[in-house]
């Protein structure tokens, strides 16, 4: 028997293995996913023994979507319900607003209220910061300036210098006696012993999101808490692409230039963070926080700047942020600008955009020159020429590396957040942005996207259609691995 395991364990092992892929494939085919997902699992598991189920395994299980739904009852509670109806917006009262909501907008706000209770708030101030230096100086301030709670949600969260003047603030606000809650990915951050015990012995309560075994292994591992938020008393919100790393601010020894965007919102649309906040919080602390008025504090802001707060992620029931994105490009009708770090979009997107241009609206993608990720870039360079065949006009970031996730439609829209433009963010992270219904600042945003073309270059189509085969081989191997990137 030994003799014969010896003599043909190389059999055995791929026999087990393809048995294993049966059971796998009868899996996945039962599933009511994407087509193309499918197709590319299937094609993985096949072709690739062994590594094929090892993919699988760390990204195709879906055994944590159910534990997060289980999860989910902060939406349910009372508090919770009567500050969405007090917040809520009727219909017939859209119109009154000043400038005026336009009917594609209104439905647009019915499509978010429908799907994942994000009411409209009507009362607010909202700033939009350009790069992590601005963006910490405002935020260090505005938590250093903290009388009650300090919420916080990050991907990414080190300990370097950025991060441990945030970590040593919190220390020290906790210390004075605010309440500090802090949530971090447990992929995407890195926090020593030394800084955790800090924190502990403060009185900053911190948890890990999904804590892995190997996160230095699993940096692609499905459902990530991909956001960055952060609320203050319950009248302060941030939120955009900005981490908390010496990567995301411009100190002069930084190797490359990093472009990015946050927004700063005071006002109504901060109770919609908190909620989303809140929601996490009773996950990853496995508890079920009491809910007081003191979260939601009375606004006094009289601004009108109409916002809506988008979240999606695997415990929605569906895609909250893709479906607006295709939305508001399917019902532009002057232009379209979109930044994103990396592009790896679906079928919905690609045709919004392709069907968009055609018609005659000005549709713009900047992407960085540079990326880093080969894979990803690779992956995105595969859709450029269907986007280009149909006039969509393509610019690559020269100047450093753009990680901006924008989008300006019409001198109407705006949505400024964490969420790319690809399958993880669209399909699997945990994402949240903010959807903005305001003439001034959607002008804002335009000058600043005409103002990151000054360092891009546009791709002109002749050009990229004579690019070698090799980038061809390369571009089409990196887009069948699309739907897991």
Known sequence: MLDFLTQYWWTIAIAINYILVII?????????INPTKTLTYIIVLLVFPFFGLIVYYFFGQEYRKNKIFNRKDVLNNHLIQSIHKDLKIQ??????????????????????QKNDKSPLTKFNDVEIIINGENKFEKLFTDIDNAKEHIHIEYYILKDDNIGTRFLDLLCKKASEGVTVRLSFDDVGSKISSKMKKKLTNAGVQYFAFMPVLFPKFTGKMNYRNHRKIVIIDGEIGYVGGINVSDTYVNYPENKAY??????KIIGESVFTLQTQFLTNWNFV??????????????????????????????????????????????????????????????????????????SGVDVRLLIPDK??????KHA?????????????????????????????????????????????SF???????????????????????????????????????????????????????????
């Not at 796998?24 to 009511?32: D, E, G, P, Y």
Request: with cysteine; hydrophobic share 40%.
């Open 427 to 485: 399909n699997i992270n945990f994402e949240i942005n903010a959807l903005i219904y305001n003439k001034e600042k959607a002008i804002e945003a335009k000058a600043i996207f005409n103002n990151d073309l000054k360092s891009a270059i546009q791709i002109n189509l002749e050009q990229w259609t004579t690019r070698s085969n090799m980038k061809r081989i390369q571009e089409a191997y990196c887009r069948l691995w699309a739907p897991l990137l």
């Open 258 to 263: 990093w472009r990015d965007t946050h927004l």
């Open 24 to 32: 796998a494939v009868a899996t996945i085919l039962f599933k009511s």
């Open 371 to 376: 990326s880093d990720s080969w894979t990803a």
């Open 285 to 358: 602390a496995d508890t079920s926080l009491t809910l007081n008025r003191s979260f939601f504090p009375q606004n006094k802001v009289k601004t009108v700047t109409p916002v809506q707060i988008a979240a999606s992620g695997p415990d929605t029931d569906w895609a909250n942020i893709m479906e607006a994105i295709f939305f508001a490009i399917v019902t532009a009708e002057d232009y379209v600008y979109i930044t994103t770090p990396y592009f790896i979009p679906n079928d919905q997107i690609i045709t919004a955009m392709q069907v968009a241009s055609k």
């Open 380 to 424: 995105t360079n595969s859709y450029l020429e269907q986007l280009l065949d149909a006039n969509v006009k393509i610019y690559r970031y020269e100047k450093g590396f753009i990680h901006a996730k924008t989008m300006v439609v019409d001198d109407v829209f705006t949505t400024i957040g964490t969420c790319n433009m690809d399958y993880r």
């Open 91 to 112: 219909p017939e009262s859209l119109n009154l607003y000043e400038p005026k909501i336009d009917e594609d907008q209104i439905r647009l706000i019915h499509l978010l």
